[in-house]
């Protein structure tokens, strides 16, 4: 009668000649937390940076818009006023516009000097990682024809 083979230790033969290092795993996690951490703190403080603007912004339109609805004591001084509360906010408008300008740069730079460290170090991990891998696989099949 034929008896089947036990593949379960077979299988366990096999995965025991060619182990696998999970600190390569572990630092990579690491390396992508800390990368995601430090992304995490460039858009927030962007975004930080670009609430404060807007309402500085908004303040600034407020108390011009005071100024506009003041009651005049002449017809043309409304004119004047609304002439000057236009020039005010489009000198605001540049200003502003500006400043988000300044700020979505510096968050891109930012990005980009962390995305090219990250890819500098994650490459040398890997490549660590891969020339360790092969020297064990080469230890584990000289060890297993040597049997």
């Known amino acids: 009668m034929a008896t089947t083979q036990d593949f379960s230790a077979m299988m366990k033969d096999m995965m ?7 600190k390569s795993f572990e630092e990579s996690f690491k390396t992508s937390a800390t990368l995601n951490e430090k992304l995490s703190g460039v858009a927030l403080e962007a975004a930080e940076k670009s609430t404060e603007l807007s309402t500085k912004w908004t303040k600034d339109t407020l108390a011009k818009m005071a100024e506009l609805s003041k009651v005049k004591s002449e017809p043309a001084d409304y004119a004047k ?3 000057d509360f236009a020039t005010a906010a489009a000198e605001m408008a540049a200003e502003n516009m ?8 510096k968050a891109q730079t930012e ?3 962390l995305m090219m460290a990250a890819g500098k170090d ?7 990682a ?7 696989t080469t230890a584990a099949a000289k060890k297993a024809a040597a049997k």
């Not at 891969?130 to 064990?136: G, L, P, R, Y």
């Open 16 to 22: 025991g000649a060619f182990p696998v290092d999970t």
């Open 81 to 83: 006023a609304m002439s």
């Open 98 to 105: 500006a400043s988000f300008a300044e700020i979505a740069k």
């Open 111 to 113: 990005t980009v000097e």
């Open 122 to 128: 994650m490459a040398e991990e890997t490549s660590a």
């Open 130 to 136: 891969v020339q360790k891998a092969a020297k064990e």
